[in-house]
């Protein structure tokens, strides 16, 4: 089965300094990719996602890049704010047989920004 | 927007209860899914339903059963509670695959301790 880790469990910057958090995949078949934020005491929010299709996708402030060669992704958060700080994951569609939008989410990295 | 549901945010039951956690999405949703959230593991899927009377066993099913009676209503069942079913519980949904967007959509959790 898909197995997703991260590489730091925790991360902290300060404020105006760019974060990344990186996640390895081990299921080369994978085509999707998703981050998502929790913030304390609510549920994961969408964040951004990518298909395999692509390497590199751009949101607001937040960028995704995709490594297929090495199985590998990462979130790059620009000029970092307080408000980022909170648990991030990722997770991908553990493709293969029917999978009804399954997800495999990696064990979360908590980041902390420090004003 | 999409809202996700959980019947309580917090609850406190007895070892041997008979547990009942509750959710509801209000966007016709086909698949909907629970998770639960431990330190340091992540979100682990317990049990996922991708239509009416539909039920897929997750990863960590034991101990636990579902029902799916309506479209929008997902509830997880702990037959007999035990201690090591201390945990946040998190309820999800999503469409049925569009081509590009397996997103699911989360409710607030519901943090249970089984004493």
């Known amino acids: 089965g898909e197995s997703v880790g991260l590489h730091l469990p925790t991360l902290s910057v300060q404020e105006g300094d760019n974060s990344i958090i990186n996640c390895a995949y081990s299921n080369s078949a994978s085509d999707y990719f998703i981050w998502y934020k929790q913030e304390s005491g609510k549920g994961p929010q969408f964040i951004i996602d990518?298909?395999?299709?692509?390497d590199k996708r751009q949101g607001q402030r937040v960028t995704v890049l995709l490594n297929k060669t090495v199985k590998h992704l990462s979130l790059q958060i620009a000029a970092t704010q307080p408000g980022d700080s909170a648990v991030y994951f990722c997770?991908?569609?553990?493709?293969?047989?029917?999978?009804?939008?399954?997800?495999?989410f990696g064990q979360g990295t908590i980041l902390t920004v420090h004003p | 927007d999409v809202k996700v549901t959980q019947s309580s945010r917090y609850l406190v039951k007895r070892t041997g209860e008979k547990v009942f956690l509750e959710c509801v999405q209000d966007?016709?949703?086909?698949?909907m899914f629970w998770y639960r959230q431990d330190p340091g593991l992540g979100l682990r899927l317990i049990y996922f339903?991708?239509?009416?009377?539909?039920?897929e066993k997750g990863d960590i099913p034991e101990g636990y059963s579902v029902s799916r009676e309506k479209k929008e209503r997902f509830s997880l069942i702990l037959e007999s509670a035990s201690t090591n079913q201390t945990s946040m519980y998190l309820c999800?949904?999503?469409?049925?695959?569009?081509?590009?967007?397996?997103?699911?959509?989360f409710g607030p959790g519901t943090r249970l301790t089984v004493t």
């Open positions: 990518i298909r395999s299709n692509m």
């Open positions: 997770a991908v569609n553990p493709r293969g047989g029917t999978s009804y939008g399954k997800l495999t």
């Open positions: 966007m016709d949703h086909e698949n």
């Open positions: 339903s991708y239509d009416v009377k539909m039920k």
């Open positions: 999800a949904s999503s469409a049925e695959f569009s081509g590009s967007s397996y997103e699911q959509y």
